[in-house]
């Protein structure tokens, strides 16, 4: 059901398809963090020291309490300890999605606690626009305690407020929250019993690749909740009807030569999910366990990633602005394509429309000639252009 994110070559080198927008992308990350530098050495200790801060989140971290309610635990701490083997002290994970897909449900089904708000019914006035929870692991065994697992929650990326549209103001501030902080992994949350992915879902996805640059969904695993679906539609299996569901929202996000790998992985949060009656950890209707799951792949891309993404204002694009070095020459390119080709044709074709009056005005002169009559009283261009005015007002 999920992609092994190596296989699909999210390490830019080895994606020669994508290869130029990756150094593009690589660069602007590079330029971010040059950005940085250059902050720091013009002497803006404010701002660098307040990224320092919130890099350093050990004064925040609570031993994982949660951990030893969680029936994973012993596989979980098998993949931290993996993770933990690649010198990393932090695994930090943002969630993003639209709002009660069941992110806040989420943070607390990964932690064995409840640590973060889920409502079903929610005004939008309610809502942290970023909560971040720091837990340490402390489990007396030198090879993984002191890991830290940072889970950023936030609140739902649309403004239904606003006639369900995307909420930019929240993902400004998401962005201002996590600016300078490590991320190792986004998830990007959504439901697995929905059959369609709707517009405002595409300029969500537009949205956060625009805010925090396309590079985040290179590190991006997608989340699919309320997975414990007992009945697919007539002619689907669970497997295919995930699978379906899975492709149609990697569809949403990738592009022709933008191909990131989106692991995917379903979830469950709710406390009807069945147990194995062995392990007593969580499964979905095709017998997996659903947190070990996420939680392999959460650590593949963490760990795969040469170094964690940081948000830098720099990376938020906006396409019109992207290729405005063009403008002058496409201006040229139009203008000398309107006096090459369009003018001259509206040039003959007046001429056609002047020489067929012409010839119009000469018969009735004839005619009238042949009857005797005075030739007939042409109006002057000037006259006929007010008369078809006068008729154009009427
Ligand atoms: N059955 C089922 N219910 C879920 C699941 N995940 C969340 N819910 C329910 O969906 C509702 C919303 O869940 P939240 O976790 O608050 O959703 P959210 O994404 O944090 O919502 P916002 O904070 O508004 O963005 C709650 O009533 C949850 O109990 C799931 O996997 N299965
Ligand atoms: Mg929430």
Redesign the pocket.
Known sequence: MSDDPRAEDYEEEEDEEYEGEEEEEEGEEAAAQDANAAASSAGDDEEVAEEEDEDDDEEDAQPWSGLGRLPEKGELLELLREYRATGRKQLTILLL??????????VNSLLGEAV?????F?LQAD?EITTSIVRQVEVGDAEVDGLRIKLI????LEDPEAGDTVNYAALSKIAEDIRGVPVDVALY?DRLDLYRVDPLDRAIIGAISQTFGRQLWKRTVLAF????MQQTPPGTTFDSFADGRIRLLRGAVRGLLFRPALPACL????D??PVSPESGARVLPDGSEWLLGLMGEVVDVAAGARRPYKYHPRMSSKPSQRFRWLLPAVIAAELVFYHKFIRPRLDDNQRRVEAQDDALWAARGRQRAALGLHPPNRPTAERSARLEQMYDDD
């Open positions: 999605g639209k709002s009660s897909v069941g992110k806040s449900s989420l973060v708000r889920v409502q079903a929610k809502t929650d936030t609140c739902g949350v909740t309320h997975a414990n979830v469950e949060n709710a009807t999910c």
